[in-house]
């Protein structure tokens, strides 16, 4: 793609063709330079390499190409360094074919320092390397991305295949471990180099990432490596470039999901914030670090699950505010029936988030809204037939919810019933009863026993009772729950239609036929006029 972009080397004198490799910290964007200049030597009449940090190292690099291992000008002995540059500069113009690589240009300031150069520049290509996205019209970007998961397993297996301990399922945790350090480079390489310094396997890798992942992400070994930095510290530079707002904003994008999240998100206000910041603004700032990869087919947007990881190292505040805050965020935007499908699309784009915002809550032990989410998720799987996810998430909710409010509060009761409906459906209906009746009795207790949730709890236990045959214990019930409903709603509402539905059916089960017509008959008449 580079040599495709380059094109034809511009004659002398005509303005430099000049290309940026953008992407996050780690990425390979040195590595990818380097293997272009070598993959295409022969095109140029030199090549030459420069590191650029600072706007000071990048004017001192430019002019050290004066020395006799490199351009030997005339120059070289002088102590002037803007004489040494203005050599170099003067050599470029001269002699057309170069290609020059500007490695590391992070900054604002790097940029606007890179493209003066550029103006000044003619006969070549330079190549330029940046975790900044945005450049003027003038420069070509092309963004690198993270390895493929075929690639990144290859990697692994080839980086570490002299001194790992090999075990018979290498193939799959190589595949594990690349996923779970998101197939980034600098990554793969770390991991890489530890394994074979320490002589693990893969799978020994991978449980010292999951039990000292701190530890893991700070390790490495430059000479090993080849690379500076770990991959704890990579970042830093761009962290510290961030206002204060976009770097609230990744803390609490921290503890998501690294699935895509929708762009949607950022209309919702986080509640426990002032309105004072720009999420939009914010998101535009974290692209431009390379920090987000924005989508340019959809509206969303991903936070790559080890800037993540990086980023929860910084939220070392023991109240966890920014925890607290995405989570209040999430639940805020988490609303909806969910047994109403015009409300998945905006469920199914958070659920992987609201999963793993309500996981990270739940290990600070943040009851509230963390009990709610997992409700509403578990709901949401169980409306979909998903009952293996759905369970842990519901008894999770429970769980919490029986440890915060007590075993008798009213918020237990809705859980209760809606675990038990699950057990119901998956045709465990001994252990769905206790907690339909145990609901129940909360409720009663909690309401009175003429409040709609208790008939809605008595309409759930008829219904047990109904499918276990045990019709002569369902028929009270079920009475009892219309007659709530009626006193609660009036003899015109849904709800009470629902009832009459149901007590028709068990009539018409026990061939009481003439006793159920009429109120199916009324049923239908409520139905079709609400």
């Not at 293997?35 to 050290?64: C, K, M, V």
């Not at 793969?188 to 530890?215: C, D, M, P, V």
């Not at 409906?421 to 409720?443: C, F, K």
């Not at 208790?454 to 369902?474: F, G």
Request: hydrophobic share 45%; glycine share 4%.
């Amino acid at each position: 793609d580079l040599a495709e972009r380059f094109g034809a080397m511009p004659e002398s004198g005509s303005p430099a063709v000049a290309l940026v490799l953008s992407g996050l910290g780690g990425v390979g964007k040195t590595r990818l330079a380097l293997e272009y200049a070598w993959h295409y030597a022969e095109d140029y009449s030199a090549r030459f390499f420069i590191g650029a940090d600072t706007p000071s190292a990048l004017q001192h690099n430019l002019a050290a190409l004066c020395q006799p291992t490199l351009l030997d000008l005339p120059e070289q002995n002088d102590n002037d360094e803007g004489k040494k540059r203005d050599a170099v500069l003067k050599w470029l113009h001269q002699y057309p074919g170069w290609l020059l690589i500007v490695d590391n240009l992070d900054s604002e300031e790097m940029a606007i320092a890179a493209e003066a150069l550029m103006a000044q520049l003619a006969g070549g290509h330079m190549l330029l390397t940046s975790r900044l996205s945005n450049w003027s019209g003038s420069l070509s970007v092309l963004p690198v991305d993270v390895l493929s998961s075929d690639a990144a397993v290859e990697f692994l297996l080839v980086r570490t295949d002299a001194k790992r301990r090999r075990q018979a399922d290498d193939n799959t945790q190589a595949a594990t471990l690349a996923e779970e350090l998101g197939c980034l480079p600098l990554a793969l390489e770390q991991a890489g180099a530890y394994i074979a310094q320490r002589r693990l396997s893969l799978k020994a890798y991978l449980e010292e990432w999951n039990n000292q992942r701190n530890k893991v992400l700070a390790w490495y070994d430059p000479r090993l490596m080849k690379y500076p930095k770990s991959v704890a510290v990579t970042w830093q530079t761009s962290f510290d470039q961030l206002s204060e707002s976009a770097r609230r904003m990744l803390q609490r994008l921290a503890y998501f999901s690294p699935a895509p999240i929708p762009e949607s998100l950022l209309d919702v206000p986080v509640p426990s914030v002032e309105g004072v910041d720009d999420p939009f603004a914010d998101l535009a700032e974290l692209e431009a670090y390379s920090l987000v990869n924005r989508a340019s087919d959809s509206p969303n947007f991903t936070v790559h699950r080890l800037v993540q990881e990086v980023a929860l190292r910084q939220n070392q505040d023991p109240t966890h505010p920014r925890l607290t805050e995405a989570l209040q965020w999430i639940n805020t935007a988490f609303v909806g029936e969910p047994d109403d499908v015009r409300a998945w699309p905006v469920f199914d784009p958070l659920a992987p988030h609201s999963e793993a915002v309500a996981e990270h809550a739940d290990q600070q032990q943040i009851a509230e809204p963390t009990a709610r989410l997992l409700n509403q998720l578990g709901l949401i799987y169980l409306n979909k037939a998903l009952y293996v996810q759905a369970e842990p998430l519901m008894r999770r909710a429970l769980a919490i919810s029986e440890d915060s409010f007590g075993a008798e509060h009213h918020k237990v009761a809705r859980i209760l019933n809606n675990l038990a409906s699950l057990l119901q459906i998956t045709n465990r209906l001994v252990e769905a009863e206790p907690l339909m009746r145990r609901a129940l009795a909360i409720d009663e207790a909690s309401f009175g026993a003429e409040h709609p949730n208790v008939a809605n709890d008595l309409n759930n236990l008829a219904q047990l009772l109904k499918v276990t045959n045990r019709l002569a214990e369902a028929e009270p019930s079920m009475r009892r729950a219309l007659a709530i409903d009626e006193a609660s709603f009036g003899a015109e509402h849904p709800n009470f239609a629902l009832k009459l539905n149901n007590l028709a059916q068990l009539l018409k089960a026990t061939n009481r036929l003439a006793e159920a017509e009429p109120l199916m008959r009324r049923a239908l008449v409520i139905n079709q006029v609400s």
